[in-house]
C-alpha cells in the first residue's frame, strides 16, 4: 500500500509512530477511519463479528479454561516502563540483529495455521503485508498455500518456515528441503504440539479444521505426501483397524466433503466433479491425520534435521530454563520461549514469567524469540526489555486479517511498532539496542 502521508509531511521523518497518527488523523478529516480497531479489546470484538463461530473458536481459543491464555496476558502487568523525559530521542532506531542480518523491526509474525478460516488470501495476503512492513513471517506448517506460492506472493519478504515434527521422517525432510528451496531464513521446530491440547472451545463446537482438508496445503502440494496418500488408497482399509464410526449424512457433512473434494485437486489434478468421485482427497485427510505429529519426539530425534537444513534451526516451546541449556547442547541457532498462546496445556507457566530465567541461561549465545500473549507495543517492549532478542505477534494479526484481509494485517503490525516506537522514545531510549531490565520497574 502507498503510504497516505503527504511528501513533504514532516511526519514522514519522525519515525512510525509519528506516521501512523499522521496517517490516522489527516484521513479523519474527511470522515475515514482505519480498517480495523486499534484498541485490542475492539479489534477482538471487531473479528468475532467478522468471522464465522468456528473461525473464531479455533483463533481466539485455548487450552481448557483458558487460564494459561490470561496467565499470558495479565503477566504483562506485573511490569511498569519508566518514563525518562529530557533526553534527545527525536531520532529512533527499531532495528535489531537477527539471523545474520539487520532487521528494520524486532517484530516477526508467529505461524498461525489455516488463515483460510479468516480471508480466503490466507497465508498470501499475511505475507504480503509483512513483506510491506519488513518483518519476517513465520510461514506455518498448516498453512492454506504451499510454501512455494507464499514466496511468489511476496518475494522480497523474509520468511521462517514452522515445521510440526511428523510421524513420518521422509516427511520432514522434503519439507525443510522445500523451505529451503523457496528461500526461507530459517526452520523453526514446533515442539509443544505433539499432543492436541485439549481446546474447548473447538470441541465443543466439535470442528477441526483439518477434517474439512483444510490447512493441509503443505501436505498435499509434498511429493512424499502425495505417495503417502497413494500407497494408502492402494492397500486399502486395514482390515486389523477398529472400524471407524459412521458419519451421519446431514447438510453440512455434504459440505464438508465438497470443500475436502475441492481440496483434493493438489493430489489429482482433476476438477470438483473427478474429485468428488476419487478416493485421494478423503485419503489425504486420513493420512495427514495419521502422519500430523508423533509424542515420541526426543531431543536425539533432533540431529536429524540437520542432516535435511542447512538452514538455522530454532526450537520453538522451549519454558524452562533446562530445556533451553539442552537446546543449546543440541547445537541449535535460537530459542523460541512459547507456550503456543496457550492453546496446549491449562494453567501453563506463562511465558513472560519464564522469559528471563531462559535469557540468563543461553547468556547471548543465540537468539531469543518471544510470543504468547502479546497485543500492543508496550508488551513487545517489555518482552525486549527482559532480554528477547525479538517478539512474535500471534492472534492480533488474524483478527486483522479476517476485519479487512491484507490491510487489516498490515495495520494491525504497523499499529503495534508505532506504539513500540513511542514506548521506546518515552522510556528516554533512542534504539532497541538501549533496551534492558532498567527499563522496568517490579510492580
Known amino acids: 500500500m502507498v503510504s497516505s502521508v503527504a511528501p513533504n509531511d514532516p511526519a514522514a521523518a519522525r519515525g512510525i509512530s509519528r506516521r501512523t497518527q499522521s496517517e490516522i488523523y489527516r484521513a479523519g478529516i474527511s470522515g475515514t477511519r482505519p480498517r480495523v480497531p486499534v484498541d485490542q479489546a475492539e479489534l477482538e470484538r471487531a473479528a468475532r463479528k467478522a468471522l464465522s463461530a468456528e473461525a473464531f473458536a479455533y483463533i481466539a481459543g485455548g487450552a481448557g479454561a483458558e487460564r494459561t491464555m490470561r496467565a499470558n496476558a495479565t503477566a504483562f502487568e506485573r511490569w511498569q516502563v519508566w518514563p525518562r523525559p529530557l533526553r534527545d530521542v527525536s531520532t529512533r532506531d527499531l532495528s535489531v540483529e537477527f539471523l545474520g542480518r539487520r532487521r528494520p523491526t524486532p517484530l516477526l509474525l508467529a505461524p498461525l495455521g489455516v488463515m483460510e478460516m479468516a480471508h480466503d488470501d490466507a497465508d498470501l495476503a499475511v505475507a504480503r503485508a509483512a513483506a510491506s512492513l519488513g518483518v519476517p513471517y513465520t510461514l506455518s506448517n498448516q498453512a492454506s498455500f504451499p510454501m512455494e506460492e507464499v514466496a511468489d506472493a511476496a518475494p522480497g519478504g523474509s520468511r521462517l518456515f514452522q515445521l510440526y515434527w511428523s510421524a513420518d521422517d521422509d516427511l520432514n525432510a522434503s519439507l525443510l528441503r522445500r523451505a529451503e528451496a523457496s528461500g526461507c531464513d530459517a526452520i523453526v521446530v514446533t515442539l509443544d504440539t505433539h499432543l492436541l491440547g485439549w481446546r474447548t472451545r473447538d470441541l465443543d463446537l466439535a470442528y477441526l479444521p483439518f477434517t474439512r482438508g483444510m490447512g493441509i496445503a503443505q501436505y498435499t502440494s509434498d511429493p512424499v505426501f502425495q505417495q503417502l496418500v497413494r500407497e494408502r488408497v492402494r492397500k486399502g482399509p486395514d482390515a486389523a483397524a477398529p472400524a471407524a464410526p459412521a458419519v451421519r449424512m446431514t447438510p453440512k457433512t455434504v459440505a464438508a466433503g465438497v470443500k475436502i473434494a ?182
Open 262 to 443: 475441492r481440496k483434493g485437486a493438489a493430489l489429482t489434478g482433476a476438477g470438483l466433479r473427478e474429485n468428488l468421485r476419487s478416493p485421494l482427497p478423503r485419503a489425504a485427510v486420513e493420512t495427514f491425520l495419521d502422519v500430523f505429529s508423533t509424542p515420541a519426539l526426543t531431543w536425539g530425534d533432533l540431529a536429524k534435521a540437520r542432516e535435511w537444513t542447512s538452514l538455522p534451526i530454532l526450537l520453538k516451546g522451549i519454558v524452562h530454563p533446562d530445556d533451553a541449556a539442552r537446546a543449546l547442547d543440541a547445537g541449535v541457532d535460537g530459542v523460541w520461549v512459547s507456550n503456543h498462546g496457550g492453546r496446549q496445556i491449562d494453567q501453563s507457566v506463562p511465558t513472560l514469567e519464564a522469559l528471563p530465567a531462559v535469557v540468563d541461561r543461553v547468556g547471548g549465545r543465540v537468539p531469543v524469540v518471544f510470543d504468547s500473549g502479546v497485543r500492543q507495543g508496550s508488551d513487545a517492549f517489555i518482552a525486549l526489555a527482559l532480554g528477547a532478542t525479538v517478539v512474535a505477534l500471534g492472534r492480533p494479526y488474524a483478527y486483522g486479517l479476517g476485519i479487512a484481509g491484507e490491510e487489516g494485517v498490515r495495520e494491525v503490525v504497523r499499529n503495534v511498532l508505532a506504539e513500540l516506537d513511542i514506548t521506546l522514545g518515552l522510556s528516554g531510549r533512542t534504539a532497541i539496542g538501549e533496551v534492558g531490565r532498567d527499563a522496568l520497574r517490579e510492580a
